[in-house]
């Protein structure tokens, strides 16, 4: 057992003071970080619990939606605003876990979810992401569930999340608050990392920074949007390969077009290659081909993971057809 400091902040202010802290992590529904100090690969000096924090609400946000740090993902999925505006974002949450898990985790949380790479969660296995410079096990090793894009001789350990994909799609906005109180703004296609050389970096968070909201923007695409998942069962099981894609059609023409994926990249990976493919363009199923093929022009498969390449592309085909309302 390692010993640690709890730290239960009743305001902001007292939340950021103790989470600045060298060693110090938050923690709200714990669903990711309390799994992974039982392997004993993360160790927190400090853990300081944000659910107290006044996080928990879903309001309007001028046109669109601000959804709180602290709101539960299984709240947010049922959300009548967010099922009939963004159903896209309530699909890949339903998607993910167990109803016992999202009625813990938060959105906070789910956007610092670490990956499931099972060298990583293996103490005794070398991992750059886990201890930079130790080396991957997973090159070389066994593949199936890794990254086929955006990986690097370092890592090529997948992204688990299927809300960050979702969010992608949407454009959303993260907000954030810093140990000097000052609030940052920055979209989420900006939010996580590449592996490169330092896959110990995940996102640009500053320590003791903390995320306080996630701003969906009002579009013309966001409520024609679908999420597909493609796993090995049902429940509780990570994505083989998804895509979270939303369309402005006019007529039958694509004016404008989003296209994100998850289960194969390092990152929540949005596809603007898929995007200039459908852009003025027909909705039609070869244009879904053509944009499918653009997504995974850049993909590098390993010895397992090779499958993954095409089973994403039929994957976004399907999503596209879906938002398309294609039969």
Not at 80 to 103: D, K, M, T
Not at 170 to 178: F, H, P, Q, S, V
Not at 232 to 247: E, G, T
Request: hydrophobic content about 40%; overall charge positive; glycine content about 10%.
């Amino acid at each position: 057992m390692r010993p640690f400091t709890y730290v239960h902040a009743i305001d902001a202010k007292q939340a950021l003071a103790a989470g600045g802290t060298s060693g110090a992590q938050y923690i709200a529904g714990g669903t990711t970080l309390v799994d992974l100090m039982r392997l004993d690969v993360m160790r927190p000096g400090t853990l300081v619990d944000v659910t107290d924090l006044p996080l928990g609400e879903i309001e309007p946000n001028g046109a669109g939606l601000r959804i709180g740090a602290m709101v539960r993902n299984s709240d947010l999925a049922r959300h009548a605003q967010i099922a009939q505006r963004y159903p896209v974002l309530s699909e890949a949450l339903l998607s993910g876990a167990s109803p016992q898990l999202r009625n813990m985790a938060t959105v906070g949380g789910n956007l610092m979810q670490r990956t499931r790479c099972p060298y990583f969660r293996d103490a005794a296995c070398p991992c750059n992401k886990r201890t930079p410079g130790a080396g991957c096990a997973a090159i070389g090793g066994y593949t199936r569930m890794h990254a086929v894009l955006g990986g690097s001789p370092r890592c090529i350990a997948v992204h688990p999340s299927d809300m960050c994909v979702a969010l992608v799609a949407l454009d959303a906005t993260l907000r954030t608050l810093g140990p000097n109180g000052k609030v940052g703004i920055l979209p989420i296609d900006a939010f996580h990392t590449l592996p490169g050389d330092h896959p110990d970096v995940e996102n640009v968070l500053s320590p003791g920074e903390l995320i306080t909201h996630v701003d969906l923007p009002a579009s013309r695409f966001a409520a024609r949007s679908r999420y597909v998942k493609v796993r090995d069962r049902a429940s509780f099981s990570f994505a083989l390969a998804s895509a979270a894609v939303a369309l402005d059609l006019d007529g039958g023409t694509v004016r404008d077009a989003r296209v994100a994926l998850g289960g194969v990249g390092t990152k929540p990976w949005r596809s603007r290659e898929a995007e200039g493919e459908l852009t003025g363009k027909p909705a039609t199923l070869d244009t879904f081909k053509r944009a499918a093929e653009a997504a995974m022009a850049g993909a590098r498969g390993h010895s397992d993971s090779e499958f993954k390449i095409e089973l994403a592309r039929r994957t976004i085909v399907r999503a596209l057809r879906e938002a398309g309302a294609m039969p």
